[in-house]
């Protein structure tokens, strides 16, 4: 039997889940709370999916009607919202919420939504096109055995700092994009290359760094990176002048900034 899950705070990370697990098929039917994405932007990505859409996605009134449906709840709303929710919703220790929030710490969550089980989640948007890495905070199989099918893998962790410097993980990828966006806009603007090449060449050598550090997992990112700048070449050029311009550094800075920030929230 599919499993069924309700979904409160439909957002943009909180439907990426649902598209993934909806056309994972590890969920056949999900209930929405009366306020989140329309169910046509939900169903997109999962055309595919026989199952009529009425009965896979069903939008119901009012938040607790959600609970009432649904033992397992992925809560998607912003952390300050968080209090206001669990005020009007009644929960039972049979109620096991998946909440997807960073800056709040677990033990805050289960005195916030007593006496439900509470489990940290975090993962990046592209979770809904089946890749992305799911964090999980604690430890916990039923999580890992109903989100591992919708996505690339999912990591348990047994202490929280760990788990809230995963979310910095997530937060690389929009400072990867905004850097990426920049570097096409140099070509175009430098060169006259078409930004739509510029797009293209990128993409394929940025996911040549995953293929490289998937493939050599006995070297470290750095040592990969010495191969492919020898000395003599560009590229070792370049990585010398952006150590001497202390971007690595740039970067750690704002690493722990933003963890010093999750953890005082």
């Not at 994405?37 to 990505?45: K, N, R």
């Not at 998946?98 to 989640?121: D, M, N, S």
């Not at 311009?245 to 900034?257: A, F, I, K, R, T």
Request: with cysteine.
């Amino acid at each position: 039997m599919k499993k069924v899950l309700g979904v409160i705070g439909a957002g943009e990370l909180a439907g990426a889940f649902i598209r993934a697990l909806g056309v994972s098929g590890a969920v056949g039917r999900f209930y929405l709370s009366p306020r989140g994405m329309p169910i046509s932007e939900l169903s997109a990505s999962a055309s595919d999916n026989q199952v009529d859409e009425a009965e896979r996605l069903i939008r119901l009134d009012t938040n607790q009607l959600v609970a009432d449906q649904c033992q397992t709840l992925l809560i998607g709303v912003r952390p300050g919202q968080l209090a206001d929710l669990a005020a009007e919703l009644t929960l039972t220790p049979s109620h096991h919420l998946l909440i997807l929030a960073a800056g709040v710490t677990h033990e805050q969550l289960e005195k916030i939504f007593h006496p439900a089980r509470v489990t940290r989640v975090m993962a990046g948007l592209a979770v809904a096109e089946g890749h992305s890495a799911i964090s999980i905070y604690p430890s916990d199989d039923v999580a890992m055995d109903l989100l591992s099918p919708a996505c690339v893998t999912v990591v348990n962790f047994d202490d929280e700092l760990s788990f809230d410097a995963s979310i910095l993980a997530v937060c690389a990828n929009a400072w990867w994009l905004a850097q990426l966006d920049q570097m096409i806009n140099w070509m175009h603007s430098e060169t006259g290359m078409a930004k739509e090449q510029a797009r293209a060449l990128l993409m394929a050598n940025h996911a040549d760094v995953s293929v490289l550090i998937s493939s050599h997992p006995d070297q470290t990112p750095a040592q990969i990176a010495d191969r492919i700048g020898s000395p003599g070449t560009y590229t070792a050029q370049g990585m010398q002048e952006l150590e001497q311009m202390g971007c690595h550094e740039q970067w750690c800075c704002v690493l722990s900034n933003i963890l010093k920030n999750i953890k005082n929230s």
